[in-house]
């Protein structure tokens, strides 16, 4: 691939942003304040620096690769082709369900917002529209990916920006008082709230995936996923603090926090940015998935553990193959609706990302003391011991059903791990160079 068409780092840090600023924030800071009150701030901040410690380790482990896969080659190389496939795996899976969820959500949106466009049938067909649409800009390749990508992404942020330069002249000091709810803090409400904004920052791990289409990906990753952390984390912090400083206790109440906010600072057009903004946003993360889930299977199909048709490529250098059989699985699932059944995998393989990622960077210093890194974790083994303490505390508080769907999505995919490994011991495969 050219060079030049290759993302370079500030394209990379907007598609990591892209990848994590989703609705989330649009619609979280109702929640966390009816739990903590102002005290979320706190645990926004608590929750920046847990999520930092856990994209530290994906800094380290993306320094040493420059293929596509992230989590998939961590895993792979750091515990085996095992645990390589179950994270791989079950990584494209959860992508996919995801896109189709959030496919509907973006149809289910726009026809709230042009109650013309409701109903089932409009839905189906712009979820269909969407996914193919989208898939198609990711087939001409990384030029026109980084063009869409860029323009969505600073699309998205400009909502985001107003609501926060203008409405920091609105800020009312006595909003943030008391810190609590009712001024008492009630037992177990910090963790609650924790769990709950801590997914707003989910996604950074995914910039690692397309590490190929990328400028030089060893030393641009570390650095633009340090970067996606700092500025999603002020971004995060400046919308919560607005949100509390010009809706006060009514914050608790709402359904749409930014977009009511914004409407008692500029009246209805604000609330209109915020809606365009919410369209947006919800379009970017569904260019997201479809960017990134074609090449987590081609990864894995270059190694052998998938199908090869799945690693072939077109002229632009795109995961054609791979690109298509997502989309079809992803519009079947948008018109079956049963993906709101399979998301309970989604909570129990975020962390089977996290987990096998930061042991990597433990393991890896070991295993490869003597390679070249482009960046070293400061501290020693402090952040990847925090980071490994706080994706187990995380996962312990998945529900008993989203354990159980995720051990079943485990156990699903094994048949395709035996045909993997009988193929490898009988010497068929050869497995493309990684580091």
């Known amino acids: 691939m050219d060079k030049k068409s290759k993302f370079g780092f500030w394209s990379i840090v907007l598609l990591g942003i892209n990848g994590i600023v989703g609705t989330g924030i649009f619609l979280l800071p109702n929640k966390a304040y009816a739990i903590i009150g102002s005290a979320s701030l706190g645990v926004l901040l608590f929750d920046a620096v847990i999520a930092g410690c856990i994209a530290l380790c994906f800094a380290e482990a993306a320094s ?50 042009v109650p ?18 989208l898939t198609i800009v990711n087939i001409f390749g990384v030029n026109v990916s980084k063009f869409v990508n860029n323009l969505i992404t600073i699309s998205k942020l400009v909502p985001l920006a107003l609501f926060i330069a203008i409405g920091i002249f609105f800020i009312n000091g006595a909003n943030f008082s008391p810190v609590f709810p009712h001024d008492t803090y ?67 109440n709402t359904k749409a926090p930014v977009q009511d906010a914004f409407n008692v600072i500029l009246g209805p057009i604000g609330m209109y940015i915020v809606l365009a903004g919410t369209l947006i946003s919800m379009g970017g993360i569904n ?45 079947l699932l948008a018109w079956s609706g049963s ?75 094994l048949p395709l791990y035996i045909w993997y490994w009988r193929k490898k011991k009988a010497s068929i495969i050869k497995e493309k160079e990684d580091i």
């Open 116 to 133: 013309a466009l409701s109903g089932d049938f409009a839905k189906d067909v712009i979820s269909f529209i969407l996914i193919v649409g």
């Open 287 to 331: 260019f997201a998935e479809a960017y990134y889930a074609p090449r987590i299977a081609t990864s894995m199909a270059e190694d052998g553990m998938l199908p090869s048709a799945l690693a072939k490529r077109n002229r632009y250098n795109a995961p054609y193959v791979a690109a298509i059989v997502t989309a079809i699985a992803s519009v």
């Open 339 to 413: 993906f709101t059944t399979l998301a309970a995998i989604s909570a129990v393989s975020r962390f089977t990302q996290y987990l096998p990622t930061c042991l990597a960077v433990i393991i890896f210093r070991r295993k490869w003391a003597d390679k070249e890194r482009s960046y070293t974790i400061p501290g020693g083994y402090t952040v990847p011991i925090i980071a490994i303490a706080t994706s187990l505390w995380m996962l312990g508080q998945a529900q008993t059903n989203q354990l159980l769907w995720g051990l079943g999505g485990c156990i699903v995919i």
């Open 186 to 252: 009630v037992e177990g409400s910090f963790a609650q709230a924790a769990v709950l904004l801590f997914f707003a920052y989910t996604g950074f791990e995914v910039i690692a995936i397309a590490a190929e289409d990328m400028k030089n990906p060893k030393k641009n990753l570390p650095r633009a996923i340090i970067m996606c952390m700092l500025l999603v984390s002020v971004l995060y912090m400046a919308i919560l603090a607005v949100s509390i400083g010009v809706l006060g206790s009514d914050l608790a």
């Open 64 to 113: 040493l690769f420059t293929r596509n896969g992230g989590p998939y080659l961590y895993a792979k190389h750091a515990l085996g082709d095992f645990w390589g496939f179950e994270v791989g795996v079950l990584k494209w899976i959860v992508t996919v369900i995801a896109w189709a969820a959030m496919a509907v959500g973006f149809a289910t949106a726009l026809g709230a917002a």
